[in-house]
């Protein structure tokens, strides 16, 4: 049997999965500060009538990570940069807190400019007296040599030992410095606050005596040992809206053009499907503007859910970016979205006489609560459709989305909405209507995100860069660097079979290695370079990955 866990900002929901069934489910308020209590809460839920030995696999999706950072919550970090030569300082807006450095490597991963001590001790100073904990160190080709990176951080630990150091050649093997330090940044940011949620979830799994393969989900849709994730929490930024894609995907089981739309008490999550497929962000996730080397889905969340809370002010009425109260057909103290949408439908939703008091009492003498419930259906159904609208715009430079478009020589047409959380069953109805666009609820899209990890697989990126002429090639994930035995003879071939048994050995150390045999390769680039009139060698670049999707028994889900 599976667990699925989604931990989210207002509630936490679980689902047991057995077999295409869903055995049990459960949701319960979140406890931002005892996630280990109401982690508990959910599998005795979840454990009532089940064998705690039947368990074979727990996943858990979360907002721990993309809360700290949309709240600006994390602690305050530095970022110390080995640019070398080209771009300003000034170039490289990512934090507040960033501190430059002399110091070089070239793309080749040549050591061309060389540290100065002297300058790193006063860098290191100033971080010091700012009160700064935590220190993302990232060269530019740092993932060709990372011996600048290591340089530093070895200074740091032995002559300012009370600062947390990573270096962005742990984070990431793939080109592109700025979004290589943007993800070192925020990873240095997180990690402390990531590897407490990880504690809470190991003590609360060993109280209960659950022994079993414990995964988080990541953005990309794809899973990752919980143990490992303690080196990667940006992994996890998105995994809420990651789960919902998946979730949809679980239900669904169709191949449409289809919106899903993720309606919580807080926030709405929006992704899209092209024939059944999620698109991906090709440049990374974006957190706080600013693009990463994490892959995830292209998603967007919007702060507006069945909790938001409605005012009226001077006969103007107002849907609130933010969330007061459960609504008051639910014992809550004022009117929210759920509450409007329950009187202007009559959905019985909760005690429909409380939503019909606290719109009465919002709306006063200004207007009768027919008439407030009217506006603010009016205001979420064009909100939603305005930000599905902008999402196009977004989606339409995506590479995936442009292929489908020149392959069906036409344009992309929306068929479906996906409505996935408590709220989509209020609300999603007349958003479909509206837009004129079928849509579907299945009757566990209240716990589809937890559905979705449940039933995620593994996933792993591998990345390779071979230079024949120095020798040298590196591997990532893990930072890997070594010498060619052979660099005369080797080949694009070769490349492809080492970045093959790195995805084997990496896969085999995650618990993943059946998967392994289900990769694909998504990049293979080979140049000669050339010195004078002859070759002097080649440069290879191959990836290959084990792409998201579900566990290998999960056959779809009967009612």
């Known amino acids: 049997m599976l667990i699925g866990i989604d931990v989210g900002g207002t509630y936490t929901d679980g689902v047991v999965f057995n077999q295409s069934k869903v055995i049990a489910t459960t949701k319960v308020p979140t406890d931002d500060n005892d996630i280990k209590s109401t982690v508990l809460q959910v599998l005795d839920n979840l454990l009532l009538q089940q064998d705690k030995s039947d368990i074979s696999r727990i996943v858990l ?71 700064i904990k935590r220190v993302a160190i990232v060269s530019k080709f740092g993932n060709r040599n990372d011996n600048l990176e290591k340089q530093v951080r070895d200074y740091i630990i032995k002559n300012y030992p009370q600062l947390s150091v990573i270096t962005g050649s742990q984070i990431s093997g ?109 440049k990374g996730a974006s957190i706080n503007q600013r693009y990463t080397h994490v892959n ?41 979205v759920t509450d409007a949408f329950n009187c202007k439908f009559n959905l019985n939703i909760g005690n429909p006489e409380l939503s019909a008091t606290a719109l009465e009492q919002l709306a006063g003498r200004a207007m009768s609560k027919e008439e407030l419930g009217a506006a603010v259906v009016a205001i979420v159904v064009n909100r939603l459709g305005d930000a599905i609208t902008s999402m196009f715009k977004e989606w339409e430079n995506e590479p995936a989305y442009k292929v489908w478009e020149v392959i069906n020589k036409r344009k992309f047409t929306l068929e479906q909405i996906i409505g996935i959380g408590a709220a989509s069953r209020t609300i999603i109805p007349e958003l479909a209507d509206t837009m004129q666009v079928n849509y579907f609820i ?57 970045a093959r048994n790195h995805l084997q050995e990496v896969g085999k150390e995650r618990g993943m290695a059946s998967y392994t045999n289900e990769s694909s390769f998504f990049m293979e680039e080979q140049f000669n370079m050339i010195g004078g009139w002859d070759r002097t060698g080649k440069l290879f670049d191959v990836g290959i990955q084990v792409t998201p999707g579900f566990i290998e028994e999960f056959k779809g889900v009967k009612a």
């Open 442 to 498: 299945h009757q566990y899209a209240d716990v589809a995100n937890a559905l979705g990890a449940a039933v995620a697989r593994p996933t792993l990126v591998v990345n390779l860069h071979v230079d024949t002429q120095t020798k040298i090639y590196t591997l990532d994930p893990g930072g890997v660097r070594g010498s060619l035995e052979n660099p005369r003879n080797f080949q694009l071939e070769d490349a492809r079979q080492m």
């Open 174 to 282: 793939k080109l592109n410095f700025p979004r290589r330090a943007t993800t070192a940044y925020y990873t240095a940011m997180t990690s402390k606050e990531w590897n407490h949620f990880v504690d809470e979830i190991d003590k609360a799994l060993a109280e209960r005596g659950l022994d079993c393969e414990v995964h988080i989900l990541k953005a990309d849709g794809g899973t990752l040992a919980l143990d490992i994730s303690r080196d990667m929490p940006c992994e996890t930024v998105f995994s809420g809206p990651a789960a919902s894609t998946m979730g949809a995907l679980a239900l669904a089981q169709e191949g449409m053009n289809a919106v899903v739309l993720d309606i919580g008490g807080t926030t709405t999550d929006i992704a899209l499907l092209i024939d059944g497929v999620p698109l991906y962000a090709s």
């Open 296 to 336: 995830a889905f292209a998603v967007r969340s919007i702060a507006l859910g069945g909790d938001s809370s409605i005012t009226v002010n001077a006969g103007q009425v107002e849907v609130e970016a933010y969330r007061r109260d459960v609504a008051a057909c639910f014992g809550g103290r004022s009117a929210t």
């Open 61 to 131: 999706s979360t907002t721990v990570v993309t809360n700290l950072l949309a709240t600006g919550k994390g602690e305050r970090t530095a970022l110390l940069l080995i640019p070398g030569y080209g771009l300003p300082a000034d170039a490289y807006d990512i934090s507040d807190d960033t501190f430059f450095l002399k110091g070089g490597i070239d793309f080749r991963g040549r050591e061309i400019d060389q540290l100065k001590e002297n300058e790193l001790a006063g860098v290191c100073d100033n971080i010091v007296a700012a009160g």
